[in-house]
């Protein structure tokens, strides 16, 4: 038995229109006056013909098909579907990527950007000045220019405490190094001891997380793709010393006692000028 459909290269779905589609193109392409001089297209056109003529034939493809079933089955010659490509995910935004930062928390990573002079000592003083200096541009919203404020004051920290100057000791038993950052905030970290070389020669900075009322909620560092947590932290590690020793600021009890001095010196020659000018009278 003859299979029709793989002779018209459509199967057994196929439309009527798709047959007479499909014969059309393979009449075209093997009809003897196409091809003078080759017999085997003349043989090859006879069953195209054969072949449209019960396909497109709907009492005849009724009985062929019945016998087409039980020699070939009815998706012997089942068209394929093409596959449908997933439609492809749009480029996420920068903001998207960072993985959704949370604007009521602050982040000291060291990195320093210096997008404002500092004359304070006091975060809260530097954040206030800072904030207030901001305008709302005339093609800003309030909730847009509202969520701008929030996004700079949540940068405002790393401002503030600026660059961070990183030590590091490994104990080998442990398998956790002993980090200090400018020297007052220190905490654990556990890395392994084959890559414990690399960390301390690769990592510079580390990722503080605080809440809004300053107190240190993570420490972190992604290295080679993994984050590593920080931890026995005091997580009430106060800012102001910082920046105390950041703006080389002296104590103001140091100043009290310099006057002091100074004073007990401008005194005692004042009573020695009279004690002089007494004793000449």
């Known amino acids: 038995m003859k ?14 229109e798709d047959i007479k589609l499909a014969f059309r193109k393979l009449a075209r392409q093997y009809h003897p006056d196409s091809n003078i001089g080759n017999s085997n297209f003349t ?10 003529s019960i396909l497109n034939n709907e009492t ?29 995910e749009e480029p996420r935004r920068e903001q998207q990527k960072k993985e959704q930062r949370n604007l009521d928390q602050y982040i000291w990573n060291g990195s320093n950007p210096q997008k404002y002079k500092i ?11 800072v904030i207030s200096d901001l305008k709302k541009d005339e093609f800003e919203t309030t909730v847009e220019f509202n969520l701008r404020k929030k996004i700079v004051e949540s940068e405002l920290l790393n401002d503030y405490l600026g660059s961070q100057n990183v030590e590091m000791v490994y104990d080998a038993d ?18 392994p001891k084959n ?57 103001i009890k140091d100043d009290v006692k310099n006057n002091d001095g100074m004073k007990g010196l ?12 007494i004793s000449r009278t």
């Open 3 to 16: 299979n029709y459909y793989k002779i018209l290269e459509v199967d057994r779905t196929s439309s009527k």
């Open 43 to 52: 043989e090859i056109m006879q069953d195209i013909n054969e072949a449209y």
């Open 60 to 88: 005849k493809r009724a009985e062929y098909n019945k016998k087409y079933d039980s020699t070939f089955g009815k998706s012997q010659y089942k068209r394929e579907e093409p596959k449908k490509e997933k439609p492809k």
């Open 119 to 129: 004359f304070e000592n006091s975060f809260e003083k530097f954040k206030d000045r």
């Open 174 to 191: 442990s398998g956790n190094f002993k980090v200090t950052i400018n020297n007052s905030l220190t905490f654990l970290i556990s890395i």
């Open 195 to 251: 890559i414990a070389r690399d960390f301390k020669n690769s990592v510079k900075s580390f990722q503080v997380k605080f809440s809004t009322y300053l107190r240190i909620i993570e420490i972190s560092v992604t290295f080679r793709g993994v984050k590593y947590i920080g931890t026995d932290f005091d997580s009430g590690w106060k800012i102001e010393r910082e920046a105390r020793e950041k703006f080389g600021k002296i104590e």
């Open 266 to 277: 401008i005194l005692l020659l004042i009573i020695i000028s009279i004690m002089v000018i």
